[in-house]
């Protein structure tokens, strides 16, 4: 018996299902291998090297940018209270609480002078390590002069979000974010010692990012296990395969 022309479409159909499940579990095997590879982790000095080279090229930028906005005479003027202030605090001419007074007013009259520019760094800032970070998959001009980058720790495609919430929190633009809100919402004491607060939160995850980078065999950081990321060499064996 010749088969019906339906008997024919189906047969095929099912033949197409049959390649194209061949196909899935294919590349599905071959991604299984490639995540089992263990993938050569960037170490803590390439990590340090990567953000130094990066915070000095935007520092850079952005002061040619801001230096124009800042009234230099009062920014120096200031400058020499603060350390005028420190000096005699330092020869036993103040108490402390005279001197820190003094500090939280000065700390304050700084960052109202500097507050435009503060928001212009902020920006620059989070459009690097965020956007073009993210743009280059995973990669900043530091990291790929060191042949390092991001990647999410299961594999998967990175995002965004865990861009930004790592540079929110290791890049220090968090911190300079909340800096900027209570110059412009708090008072000159509020100010001083809510700063004062979040400078030594930063620092400790700083710090216990850095141990952990150290000390851990997966070489990951706070941000690295908050975000489900890790830092990777870019040419790895797993990557060739």
Do not use: W
């Amino acid at each position: 018996m010749t088969k019906t022309k339906k008997e024919e479409i189906k047969e095929k159909e099912k033949k197409t299902k049959e390649e194209k499940q061949v196909i899935e579990d294919t590349t599905l095997v071959k991604k299984e291998k490639v995540n089992k590879k263990e993938k050569k982790k960037a170490s803590f000095i390439e990590r340090l090297g990567a953000l130094i080279i990066d915070f000095f090229l935007i520092s850079m930028v952005v002061s040619l940018i801001t230096y124009p906005l800042i009234n230099n005479e009062n920014y120096k003027k200031l400058n020499n209270e603060a350390q005028d202030t420190l000096e005699k605090y330092n020869a036993g001419k103040l108490d402390a609480k005279t001197y820190l007074s003094r500090s939280a007013d000065i700390s304050y009259d700084i960052s109202r002078e500097t507050g435009l520019s503060s928001l212009i760094s902020i920006f620059i800032f989070s459009l690097y390590f965020i956007v073009f970070q993210y743009k280059n998959k995973g990669q900043t001009i530091g990291k790929k002069l060191l042949k390092i980058k991001i990647e999410k720790a299961d594999g998967s495609e990175l995002n965004i979000n865990d861009i930004m919430f790592r540079s929110l929190i290791v890049d220090f633009i968090l911190y300079d974010i909340i800096a900027l809100c209570l110059s412009m919402l708090s008072n000159k004491s509020g100010y001083f010692y809510g700063v004062l607060i979040f400078e030594l939160i930063q620092y400790i995850i700083v710090f216990m990012s850095a141990i952990m980078i150290l000390s851990r065999k997966d070489k990951r950081g706070i941000h690295d296990i908050i975000t489900h990321t890790q830092v990777i060499k870019e040419k790895t064996e797993g990557e060739n395969v």
